[in-house]
């Protein structure tokens, strides 16, 4: 993605430097190359694999140098078999819960004073997925998380959604769904994985970092 000037002024804050994302493993190594050197990329592993947290960490540091103008962050209403829909309150209060993780995950990498200034600024927003239909988003990281539980039409609508200077970067575990029907995660890669410019990674247990018998426990309870 090509430099860009900053058209906001940075906070003091900003003079400090960033959390280091760095590959723990090869093929955590292999997904960074494929965000570097690719438009769309999708990225499919078990929980704790690192998917969310590269994704987060590329698109702060991005940001951060002005080689986009925001971040974008959405995944679908849909949790543990329930649709959050029938929950009370706004869309936008119904899905901030489940946008947290990655929004601690960007707050991570940025630091809470220079996270604080980009959010405020309207440079790292979280959209309900239902909310982006019709809207472009240029000089942008958009990230869908938890895309297994997307349709194939709205991981569909979600890529269109991109306009000039832009990366997608969909992450999911294919293994997984809490759709009643079939995922459209699986059909989507199998579709695109050979289109120039689309990368596809896949990460595993063993790629898992937050402990290492987390890997062991869900290897052993899956198979």
Known sequence: MRNKRAKRDKPQQQRIKLEVLEAQTPNQKEYIRNIVENEIIFCSGPSGSGKSY????????????????????????????????????????????????????????????????????KQIEFKPLEMMRGATFHDSYMILDEAQNCTIDQIKMFITRMGKNSKVL??????????????????????????????????????IQRNGIIGDVLNALEN
Request: with cysteine; net charge neutral; proline share 4%.
């Open 54 to 121: 590269i994704a987060a960490g590329i698109a702060a540091h991005h940001l951060h140098q002005s080689q986009v103008e925001r971040i974008i962050v959405t995944r679908p209403l849909v949790c543990a078999g329930k649709d959050v829909g029938s929950l009370p309150g706004e869309l936008n209060e119904k899905i901030a819960p489940y946008l947290l993780p990655m929004q601690e995950n960007i707050k991570h990498f940025l630091g809470r004073a220079l996270y604080g200034h980009y959010a405020n600024s």
């Open 170 to 207: 969909i992450n999911g575990d294919t293994n997984q769904t809490d759709l009643r029907g079939h995922s459209g995660l699986t059909h989507v890669i199998n579709k695109l994985s050979n289109i120039k410019g689309v990368g596809v990674s896949r990460l595993h247990y063993e790629d």
